[in-house]
């Protein structure tokens, strides 16, 4: 069934995301970024990337992806559960479009409108999210990467001594005018139709490179190294759209159980119980 919200929490909701965004833009807008880039075109910003990515990065670093790319054509997954509200407005403001799902929320509809926006839109999902465990990646966005035979780009953060909140992911809270890197992989294609035995190892793949490339960043980020192939992170919207673009895409606020793939899965093949990214 679907979550009925009040006229005063939505009102409430609304006007904390407008304090947390203007928060969040002062705060991170301090840091000292730099990137490392395998393949440039990865990118949403670059106008060599010309086709929608999958980007995959771990949930206690989303603040980062948030502020560095606003208004670049990215749609989120974001979980149904009330205390993603806030975020989703935030995303909103931040030019981000979204998709409500996750485990016991919206998994179905999630991943329908998921490939909806994959179609002519990037898509972002946290695949450790919403609840974990911590870096530990569900196979939801192999098996779209696989249906839609979209690029995966795995992308590591990190942050100099950032905070971290006593949460299942030990969410990263930046300390002002510290330094944050990061690492950006190749693009990485998913072979069409996988089975389930291969978008297992795929997950295993990509789990381990996220892996990699986050301790990378850490490192990096603690250590104040300079390396020869860094850059500045240009932050800038991105200069061009892409074809196609649908004006909106369905927000998913609704109650239901996860998903289980099938060795050759289609859509109308979904089944209940096994946990989608996000």
Known sequence: ???KISFWQKWATKHASGVVVAVVRAWMRTLNYRVVYHDRSADPISPECRKPHLYLFWHEYILFPLYVREHSYLTMLLSAHRDADILSEVATRMGFYFVRGSTRRGGDRAIRALFAAGRSR?????PDGPRGPRRTMAPGAI???????????????GYDRPWRMNSWD???VPR????????????????????REGIE?????????????????????????????????????????????PQRIP??????????????????QLKRATRLAG
């Open 176 to 195: 002002p005018f510290s330094r944050a890197r990061a690492i950006v992989s190749r693009p990485i294609v998913v072979p069409p139709d996988l089975s």
């Open 251 to 268: 927000q998913i606020d609704h109650v239901t159980d996860g998903l289980l793939l099938d060795d050759n899965p289609t859509l109308t």
């Open 122 to 126: 990037h898509l972002a999902i946290t």
């Open 170 to 172: 030990r969410f990263a």
């Open 201 to 245: 190892e795929y997950r295993t793949k990509i789990q381990n490179l996220l892996n990699e490339l986050t301790a990378q960043a850490e490192d990096w980020a603690t250590s104040g190294a300079t390396r020869a192939d860094e850059e500045r992170v240009v932050k800038a919207p991105a200069s061009l759209p892409l074809h196609l673009l």
């Open 143 to 157: 098996y779209l990467a696989s249906r839609l035979g979209t690029p995966i780009v795995a992308i590591g953060f």
């Open 1 to 3: 069934m679907s979550r």
